[in-house]
């Protein structure tokens, strides 16, 4: 059973690109969190989202990024015109449907903006 | 809000030491607890957890107790060992119904030297 997998691993943009960072969860997995890591910090949550659907995304910021998980497919962050201060590793959990479950993590995509 | 106080890093050691990570939380009612471990370049793995209070989470000679009395969930192992050089992460999840996110604390990079 593969795990959480993540792509790309890393991701170079410059000022003002898009950054598009895919979570494909582990399989029997409907729910998905992606969360932050600035460097030499831990991780801060910012959005859960289940098929079709955004539950929580009071940690996304109001402004550039989005994500969604379609029905079908990998669930997709997005990062609009990123900035330097996007620079993070961003990390993405599964965890099956029922009930409240232990979250697995990807490897994380690592995204430098230049 | 919810929040996870860890003790301060980087923590060094010699092979075969005992080792103890601190552990606080703040959060209302009663949450479910972890230890995550992440590895140089990876994401992170779930070491352990405890769902209720006095749960003990144990997994390869890592140990934490579920202290409600002192909203404590401290990481110990009897003899570590170099492998075991990397950075523990505290979580908690909340309870309320929806209240999926972990919270994290900022993480204790360990090194065990030989």
Redesign the interface.
């Known amino acids: 059973n593969a795990g959480?997998m993540?792509n790309p691993r890393h991701l170079v943009r410059r000022r003002g690109q898009e950054a598009r960072l895919r979570c494909s969860p582990m399989k029997g997995h409907s729910?998905v969190?992606w969360?932050r890591q600035l460097p030499e910090?831990?991780?801060?949550?910012m959005v859960?989202l289940q098929k079709e659907n955004i539950?929580?995304e009071?940690?996304m910021p109001k402004e550039r990024f989005s994500a969604e998980f379609p029905k079908e497919g990998p669930s997709i962050l997005r990062i609009q015109q990123v900035v330097r201060g996007d620079s993070a590793a961003y990390?993405c959990?599964s965890?099956p449907p029922s009930g409240?479950q232990?979250?697995?993590?990807?490897?994380?995509t690592r995204l430098l903006v230049l | 809000g919810d929040s996870v106080t860890q003790m301060e890093g980087p923590v060094t050691l010699s092979e075969e030491a005992f080792l103890t990570i601190n552990c606080t939380y703040t959060a209302t009612g009663y949450p479910s607890l972890f230890w995550y471990v992440q590895y140089p370049g990876e994401g992170l793995q779930l070491l352990l957890k405890a769902t209720k209070a006095d749960d003990k989470g144990s997994n390869k000679g890592f140990e934490a107790t579920y202290r409600k009395e002192t909203t404590s969930f401290h990481l110990e192992k009897g003899s570590v060992q170099v492998s075991d050089s990397a950075v523990y992460f505290c979580a908690l999840r909340g309870r309320s119904f929806g209240n999926e996110k972990l919270t994290f604390g900022t993480g204790t990079r360990l090194t065990i030297i030989p």
């Open positions: 959480v993540q729910h969190y969360y910090e831990g991780l801060k949550f859960y539950i929580d009071s940690g990390f959990a965890s409240a232990t979250q697995y993590f990807g490897p994380g």
